[in-house]
């Protein structure tokens, strides 16, 4: 009788691979990464609207275009730099608080912003009866205030400078003495600036208080027309690097249109 072969059973034992490879180490990081851009994201959703262009700014041209926000100038806020890029933005932002006016029916016609080649523009023009002065005279009525008051507001967060400039008519002025368009013109953009830096515009923010009479009409095929008694508030570009020197900032200085009026006569009562 033969023997029986030995049975001989082999016991294999499976190796975890270093627990389960590491594969749970790559599902880890990817969930704390996971995290981190949600807590940005949050973050970014409860920041200023200037920090949100900062950061989106950088990610569509990290070499230059997040440098449209922050500056080293000395102000007020966040110094929301405002260039040739994004003074639009400003203009938006502006028309939407003048939206707010208790007044803004009778006002919206006699507000006027314009982005020019020296910064924005904004001007405040005058009726028959008048809108934001008395009658005649540098005194700013009500709706003068509300208005004046709210753009300080709005601008006295940003560091760039402002120029304000105040324009008459071409018609003869009703009082008497040596006080004329010249006076008045001046008068009125001087009276527009200590109102707003007793609202927020800082002392150093107003670089130039401007009266030109009736040498820089509005409408100077019609001299004697009342939207030609204005204030105009000039939000002045700021260079996006000292080097360029491309005219931004710099006065614009209108082309004497046909039928201006070469003397300042003063401006009559209403």
Do not use: C
């Amino acid at each position: 009788m033969d023997k029986a072969h030995p049975i001989i059973i082999v016991k294999k034992k499976g190796g975890h691979g270093g627990h389960h490879g590491g594969a749970w180490k790559v599902a880890y990081a990817d969930f704390v990464t996971a995290m981190m851009a949600l807590f940005i994201v949050l973050w970014l959703l409860n920041s200023s609207k200037q920090i949100q262009e900062a950061v989106g700014g950088y990610f569509k041209d990290p070499t230059g275009t997040s440098k449209k926000v922050g500056s080293n100038m000395a102000g007020a806020g966040e110094n929301f730099v405002l260039t040739r890029d994004n003074m639009p933005k400003l203009k938006d932002q502006l028309q939407k608080a003048i939206r707010q006016l208790n007044d803004f029916e009778k006002l919206k016609n006699h507000i006027e912003m314009t982005v020019t080649t020296e910064g924005l523009r904004i001007e405040l023009t005058e009726s028959a009866s008048g809108t934001f002065f008395d009658s005649g005279s540098a005194e700013l009525n009500a709706d003068g205030h509300e208005l004046l008051i709210m753009l300080a507001k709005e601008l006295s967060d940003l560091p760039n400078k402002l120029s304000i400039e105040g324009h008459t008519d071409s018609n003869p002025f009703a009082g008497s003495g040596n006080y004329g368009n010249w006076e008045l013109s001046t008068d009125r953009a001087n009276s527009a600036r200590r109102l707003m830096q007793s609202n927020g515009i800082r002392a150093d923010q107003v670089t130039q208080v401007r009266g030109f009479a009736d040498q820089r009409l509005r409408k100077p095929e019609d001299p004697t027309d009342p939207s030609n008694r204005r204030i105009s508030i000039v939000v002045q570009y700021v260079l996006k690097n000292p080097e360029e020197h491309d005219g931004a900032g710099a006065e614009e200085v209108p082309k004497k249109a046909p039928g201006a009026v070469e003397s300042a006569k003063p401006e009559s009562a209403k």
